[in-house]
Nanobody
């Protein structure tokens, strides 16, 4: 089992920045990828960014956030830390952001955090 805890959400004006953090604990040794997803009211959840744990050149981004968001990771002895730096925020970035992890044996992300709300005002 893996536990994911997000932090860093909040309310900012358009053009501002936020940094989301996610701490993964538990059976982190068998996690191959971590990512950030978001879901706005009335919309489907979408993948924002993801990164492989063992590959330093693997980040992928949704087209809507390329050039504005950056995902990074920090591997500690007992935890995995994943960050999402969000710049030039737009009102359409408003959503609940979820941290997710994928076991190496899984096809999709199978562990999820509780979510952190990001609200961007115009």
């Amino acid at each position: 089992q893996v536990q994911l805890v997000e932090s860093g959400g909040g309310s900012v004006q358009a053009g501002g920045s936020l940094r989301l953090s996610c701490v993964a604990s538990g059976s982190t040794w068998n996690q191959c990828s971590m990512g950030w997803f978001r879901q706005a009211p009335g919309k489907e959840r979408e993948r924002v960014a993801s990164i492989d744990i063992g590959d330093d050149n693997s980040p992928t981004y949704a087209d809507s956030v390329k050039g504005r968001f950056a995902i990074s990771k920090e591997i500690a002895r007992n935890t995995l830390n994943v960050f999402l730096r969000m710049d030039s925020l737009k009102p359409e970035d408003t959503a609940t952001y979820y941290c997710a992890a994928r076991r190496c044996s899984a096809v999709t992300f199978d562990y999820w955090g509780q979510g952190t709300l990001v609200t961007i005002s115009s």
